[in-house]
Each structure stands twice: as structure tokens, then as C-alpha cells.
């Protein structure tokens, strides 16, 4: 009990100041605070539901709640040579055993899992090794997102480094649709080819595939996609895997894989792995391809846990001075150049790039930059793409705007699932769209669009709702449909619409608890334990992204003691602020700065999420706060 009341103390004081380093009793406090023990009765040290202005400039109902899991962290901190906090930060992301520990901060590639424990693996090189010998010719057909080209890209120069006679096809979104479809299964078969391979798609093509079949052609699936299933009456689960003569998908039943989450990309570049070792090619040949199994990771929002984690890190040194034509053409087109190529570059620079070919024109547009050997072919290729972005960017803007429109002023903004109709929207923004709905509202959202044969549309999630099998619930109403937890992508009649949206919400059983944005700050901390090393030592951390998130640090009552608005458009805010020790620091916050501005004259003290920087200007380092939220 008295342990307990000493806990207390600690914790309340962390909530009320979270008190700077400035004497022996306060290096014991913040020694405490770090150590919080997971059976403590104060687990979750703030669980408070307040409205906050986020980093978007919008205000938003969030929960702010701070994780205290249980390890040694000054032992911990010891052992690997790091500070305390940054061992918190990686208890936090779940890393516990020593082991675990190690490979998170220095995993190599020895570390990858061997290609041999996917399923189907041995049956497809068998296959693939065979054809290649005999010279038949193989056609790789991938998807048309930033996944499938880069799927296609590593299997084709795979492939070609081994001999093979190939090519491949990627299907025009609006024309083809997703995946493998019978139009370019007849345009294989007229070129003559007797082996496809698919990547990134194929799991779900059943009828497809055995079309295929039909035509006398060998067919091989590599995806990494949920494999459909049926419920029988009984409860029991039935797997619907295509006729293809080999299957290699993590996710197929009873495949030893120890690792499910990998990308389309992943799984083409454990083929090839295994295809250079069938035969006779030096493993090491396959490390040209491990950026673009790490852009895919990235673009394709794969959790950045065990092996992916390992690859993307790789994959970004790499990336600092690559080799591929296209990829040097690409970076120097969006000012990139001399920069160090982060996962942010990837997924909100590079990716857009890549995806906004299949968007809107053809993601083989994307394909042919990657094969450009020219550096001029190259560098007009990257500028088409950049291009295309930028228009990609305009008419989303328009999209997400009529989305709100439409939610603001129907019977919508009622809906805990989000289904809205814009038979206008071009069909390939209808996810960008959904996904920057689903961060307004905080539900699963579909945004649909009017397409040449009926509807077409996709899903973007939330933690709480699993997509795909809530598609599953109502499959009926559905023509086509496919995806994962937090995205799904489907078509259907017109006259099922609205259908579509009221059986959805009939079945839902979301929360307002899960529909309340969480926040989880990993440490509070105060500003004035923030110092140079340590933001060093927080690169240790990166890659951030899905899975393996930006570490997030807050302090109580930090009085603002003034700010100005800069920029050309307004959207920069410094400022200076204070604890309640008088110990100064310096804080900048991204988004609508007078909106946010405005909110900051309503009282002089906040508490503030964080993450610390550094600050350079004319050869002098500073510290200075990112402010993301403020209550």
C-alpha cells in the first residue's frame, strides 16, 4: 500500500508539472516515473476525453492516453548503451526479450525468414525453374498500385536475370479492373505465352484462373492478400484458395510463414530469392531489389514490425544513393536529392509518384520509369509522374471537400459506417478520399464512384472494424470484392447502394469508445529533459510508420509566453514557451496558423504533445518542440 501511495505521488506530480531535472529528489521522480510497474493501479495515467486542436488545424474529440508497460528500463538502458526513455519507447512497441530488443535496434538481413517456410514455395520454383529451362514464355500480370508495380518490377528482373523468356502486363484500373481478368488472360494467350505469374493480386480469381486453366496455361499466384473464405452453418470456416498450380500467399491456410504481414512485393522477392538459389545466381544479386521491396512496404502501409522493419531500414540506406535510373530521376524531380530518403519521402512523396500513374493514366507508365536505363528517358518519365501528382492532389482536394459536404448535410453524419456516393469522383481517388474522410470522423468509410459497368469503390478503417470480413457479411449486394482489415476494395450494382449502406450499419457494432480517437503518449516528459543526444538516439527508432509509430511526449501546463504566425501561406506557428520552473523552449506548430493562433488566446497554459527536433540556422543547433496537439 505504501508502494502504491509512493506511485500515487509520482503520479500525480507527473501530471501536474512533470518536474524538471533540477535536484536529487527530482532525478528520483523522473527515475520513478519511467519505472511505473504494469501492476500498479495506475496503468493508464491519463484516460481523459477533451475536444483538442489537432495538427490538421481541426478540432477533434481524441482520448489522450499514456502507456506504462513494465520492463527495467535503466537496466535495459544500461545493457544496450541507450537512455532510459528510448528503452521505454521500445517496451512500448513491444519489444521485450533481449533478443527482440537487439534486432530492433541492429536487425540485418541475415535476420529475414527463409523463403522455404512460404507455403506453395517449393511447387511454384518447380514450376518456374522448369519453364525457364525449357524456354517457355511466362507473362508477370501485377497490380496497378504502387505494391503491384514494384511486385512486378523485382519479378521481372528476377526472372530476366535468370534466363527466362518473360514479360509482363499490368491492368488498367477503369478498363481491366483489379487484378488478373479474362480480357488479359486472352491477350496472353494470342502472344503465345504459357505461364502466368501473378503478383500482388490472384488470390481471389478463382473464376480467372480457371479460365486460364482452360486455355491450357500454367498459372502461378504470388499475393499476399486475405484469402476469401465461406462460413458454413456450423460456424466453421472454409477457405476459398484459386486453381492455380501453385499458390504462395502467407496468409493461406497453415503456411509456417512465422510472418503474415509482408507486402505483394515481399513475397516476389522471397521468389526470386528462391529462384537465384535454384539456380546457381549469388544470393547477394538480390540485394538490387531490396529498395523496391521497401518502397512497396512503405507505400503499401505494411506494419514496420520484424522483418519488414529490418528491409525498410535497409531499403532507405540504399535509397541515399541508388543505382536504379528511374528511382535517381525520381527523387531529383520532387528536390530530394542530398536529403535523406526517410519512410516519410516514401509514403507522401515517392509513392504518390508512383500510384498516381495507375490512378490516372497506366501504372505501366510507373513500370517503365523503374526499367528506363537512359538517364534522360528517365528524368522526362519522373517529371510525367510528378505531373500527374499534382493533378492527382487537385482533384482530391475537390473529392474530400464534396465527401464532407454530402456527410455535413444528409442523414450520413449519423452512420458509425460512412457510405458515401460521388458518381462523379474519378473511381481512382475513391480511397485517398475515404482515407482522408475516415481521419475527420474516425469510422470505416466507402466512397463509391459511378464506373463503366455498374458501382465501384473503396474502404479505408479503423482499428475496430475489420473491413473484409464485414464485406463478407453482406456479399450478396457485392459484384467483386477483396481487401484487408483496414482497406477493402468492391463493386456492385447501382440499385444495391443504399442497401449496401443500411445492412453495413445494421451490422455494425462500433462503439463510441471506438470511434473516439486515441491518442497514446508513450512518455510524459518533461521539455526540460530533452537534450541533444537524445534526439539523436531517437533515429535508433526509425523507420516510423504503421506498426512502428513516432514516439509521442507530453507536458502539462506549458504557458505560451508569445507566438507569431509565419509563412506564406499561414501555416507555420512559433512560439515561446514556459513551465511553471522557468524553463524556456521553443515550440512550432504546422497547419492553419491563424485558426490555431486564435485558440491560443483563449488562456496562457497548455498541455502540449510533442516531439522534440533540431533546430539548424547558420551552422548553430538548437532544440526545438513540434507541437502536435494541444488541450
Known sequence: MEQNREYLYIFLLSLRCFEPMVSKRARQIRIKCINIPDSCFMRQLLLIHKWVISDRGEFVMEKWVVSAKKADFQEIGRKFGIDPVIARLIRNRDQITDEEIDTYLHGKLSGLHPWKLLKGMEELLDRLTEKIRDKKKIRIIGDYDIDGVCSTYILLKGLLRAGALADADIPDRIKDGYGISRELI??????????????????????????????GMTVLVTDHHEVPYE???????????????????????????????????????KVIQGLYERMGIPEKETEELIPFAAIATVGDVMDLKD???ILVKDGLRRLQNPENEGLKALIRVNNLENREISAYHIGFIIGPCMNASGRLSTAKRALRLLLAEDPSEAATLAQDLKDLNDSRKDMTAKGVEEAVEMVEHTDLKNDRVLVIYLPDCHESLAGIIAGRVRERYVRPVFVLTKGEEGVKGSGRSIEAYHMFQELVKCKELLTKFGGHPMAAGLSLPEENVEDFRRKLNENCSLTQEDMTEKIVIDVPMPMSYVTLPLIRQLSLLEPFG????????????????????LGKNRNVVKMNLTDAYGFRAEGIWFGDGDAFAGRLQEKDKWDMIYYPSINYYMGRESIEMIIQNIR
Request: charged share 25%.
Open 546 to 565: 504503421k506498426g512502428n509509430t513516432k514516439p509521442v511526449f507530453a507536458q502539462k501546463d506549458m504557458k505560451v509566453l508569445n507566438f507569431r504566425v
Open 186 to 215: 486472352d491477350l496472353a494467350a494470342e502472344a503465345g505465352i504459357d505461364t502466368i505469374i501473378t503478383c500482388d493480386n490472384g488470390i481471389s480469381a478463382a473464376e480467372q484462373i480457371r479460365y486460364a486453366k482452360e486455355l
Open 231 to 269: 462460413e458454413k452453418e456450423d460456424g466453421t470456416i472454409c477457405s476459398i484458395l484459386p486453381p492455380a498450380d501453385a499458390v504462395v500467399n502467407p496468409k493461406q491456410p497453415d503456411c509456417p510463414y512465422p510472418f503474415k504481414g509482408i507486402c505483394g512485393a515481399m513475397v516476389a522477392f
Open 307 to 309: 522483418e519488414n522493419r
